[in-house]
């Protein structure tokens, strides 16, 4: 390994202020990367006996995930001789599309080529913090200004191997991913809190709408217990369905104002649209249809089909997106949760097809229950937009607990040259 050292890192924990500076040296100097392999075909290794061994996808791990527990698939001994096989301790990462990113295996499995493992780690190195040290925007910066590929870029052993890793004694090294893991523990829990709060929104939705073939709700407002049953509306009667359109993109002078262009990339689990990553002037605007503030948004093509949000400020859409404009009789909050609540019924309105659309036409049929009565709707939408608005304080959060770790991340590494 090489003694070449390093700056040491603008935060440091006391006990260890006076240890001296960092060392560094390129990861295949203190570990063994190897590719994984991937059997083929796959179809005639897949077994389901228990005896079998695991086999690793990326689809299998959660993005969000730090651990590698479990695999959807397992595959025949005989396996072994087209694959590689990895155990707890080890570390992964992806090396294309979403490249670069590590996990730390928690069981022993065979992982196809798309996975590339980081294995034998020389004692210098505790795991844990090898993982976060990958992690880290330096490292993250190294994989994509390295990445290899014309059209989908990639990671391959030898650039991984290159890594520069900076560390210090393992007593500091063990302090710092103690720290990090901490926080990636608040982290979790908050996140689980955010998925309790959707769960209940979700559960609570389906009590304040009728349910199918239904036309009054399992929970009422006592003050309306004795109204009139909800009735069944279409979308076009609920309100104005207008399908987006996409201004001309070679003219520069329709593009980067201050009105919001929504696509279905712009609409997330957020009730509110508030920003695009394009914006139209008022000339691109007025080659658009106009959305007006509070609209309800609703993809009606592609993978993302059924996304809802309303738009925050005035807006104009693309194709991809059907707006509807509620009339008076119905409020926007309101009609936004119904379509909320139906959008996946809606979504299987497409049909089984390799693009899903559900045309203008289609989408203004769909069916939605509503009250007459304008004050049941307020209550239904105030009861579920302050459940909104924890779940957003929540979110916010969250954010806040990722953003903090990303600061004391780049505090805790120190920012030095590689080895070459």
């Known amino acids: 390994m090489s003694d070449k050292q390093v700056l040491v890192p603008r935060l440091r924990f006391p006990e260890f202020r006076e240890a001296g500076v960092w060392k560094t040296c390129n990861l295949g100097d203190i570990s063994s990367v190897v590719r994984g392999g991937s059997p083929r075909p796959i179809d005639g290794f897949i077994t389901k006996e228990s005896s079998g061994l695991n086999w690793l996808k990326i689809g299998d791990v959660d993005k969000e995930a730090k651990y590698v527990t479990r695999t959807q698939e397992r595959v025949i001994a005989e396996a072994l001789g087209k694959t590689r096989e990895v155990y707890p301790g080890d570390l992964i990462l992806s090396n294309s599309m979403s490249f670069g990113r590590p996990y730390l295996m928690k069981i022993k499995t065979c992982i196809h080529d798309g996975w590339i493992a980081i294995r034998e780690i020389h004692n210098s190195l505790e795991g844990e913090y090898l993982y976060y040290f990958i992690f880290s925007s330096a490292s993250q910066a190294y994989f994509l200004d390295n990445a290899a590929g014309s059209g989908v870029l990639n990671l391959n052993a030898d650039i ?24 990636d523990n608040l982290i979790a829990a908050q996140a689980e809190k955010i998925d309790a709060l959707k769960s209940h929104k979700r559960g609570l939705m389906q009590q304040l709408f009728p349910r199918e073939g239904e036309t009054v709700p399992r929970l009422r407002f006592p003050e309306f217990r004795d109204a009139a049953e909800w009735e069944e509306r279409s979308i076009s009667e609920i309100g104005e369905v207008v399908t987006g359109s996409t201004p001309s993109t070679t003219d520069k002078s329709l593009y980067g ?92 309105m497409a049909g089984k097809q390799a693009v899903p659309i559900i045309n203008k036409s289609l989408f203004s049929t769909a069916p939605l229950e509503v009250p007459d009565d304008k004050g049941e709707q307020q209550a239904v939408s105030d009861c579920l937009s302050s459940l909104d608005a924890l779940i957003a304080a929540h979110t916010e959060k969250l954010q806040a607990l990722k953003a903090h770790k990303q600061g004391l991340m780049q505090q805790l590494f120190p920012i030095g040259e590689g080895v070459a």
């Not at 520069?164 to 990090?180: F, G, T, V, W």
């Not at 262009?261 to 609409?267: Q, T």
């Open 160 to 183: 991984i191997k290159s890594l520069p890793i900076s560390y210090p004694a393992r007593d500091e090294q063990q302090k710092i991913a103690d720290c990090l893991s901490s926080l």
């Open 257 to 348: 104002g201050k009105v919001m262009f929504v696509s279905p990339a712009d609409i997330s689990d957020q009730c509110f649209v508030t920003k695009t990553a394009k914006t139209l002037t008022d000339k691109g605007l007025s080659k658009a249809r106009v959305i007006p503030t509070r609209s309800i948004l609703f993809v009606c093509i592609g993978s993302t089909i059924g996304k809802v949000a309303q738009n925050k400020y005035e807006c104009a859409t693309n194709q991809q997106i059907n707006s509807v404009i509620p009339f008076n009789k119905f409020l926007n909050n309101f009609v936004y949760y119904a379509l909320e609540l139906a959008s996946e019924r809606i979504a299987e």
